[in-house]
């Protein structure tokens, strides 16, 4: 990833690293933000662990907040973050960490939706049992 422009690319970030990268660039927190926003800082984290996306109206008013376009945030293209500048080994360890941690979200997911897939399956076997 040589071209800083790529560096929050949908290949290189979700919309989570996005928005908790323009908000910290924007010297925000979370609470600051969601208290700006109109929203709990519980729903600012949903939102930068990829766990759930803000409303199209939430959104604009969000990228005007933190000084990005809504398409960075959404797709890493356009008017957004520079990427971080590189300071050798302390970042590869730190991409390193990222990815398993991406890895792991991913996991998690994919448990969760098997979770609720038998979930269903047991709530439906007992709904025919009685």
């Known amino acids: 990833m040589d071209d800083e422009k790529d560096w929050y690319s949908p290949e290189a970030a979700t919309f989570g690293d996005r928005l908790a990268g323009a908000r910290e660039a924007a010297g925000m927190t979370q609470t600051q933000l969601a208290r700006r926003l109109g929203v709990k800082k519980a729903?600012?984290?949903?939102?930068?662990?990829?766990?759930?996306?803000?409303?199209?109206?939430?959104l604009s008013m969000m990228a005007g907040m933190i000084n990005v376009s809504i398409m960075w945030l959404l797709t890493g293209e356009g008017e957004g973050m520079d990427a971080p500048v590189e300071d050798g080994e302390a970042n590869i360890e730190l991409a390193d960490a990222v990815a398993e941690l991406r890895a792991i979200r991913g996991e998690m997911r994919a448990s969760a939706e098997r979770a609720a897939r038998l979930e269903k399956k047991l709530r439906l076997m007992s709904e025919q049992g009685t």
Do not use: F, G, H, V
């Not at 930068?48 to 409303?55: G, K």
């Open 43 to 58: 729903t600012i984290a949903a939102w930068e662990n990829d766990l759930s996306e803000p409303r199209a109206n939430r």
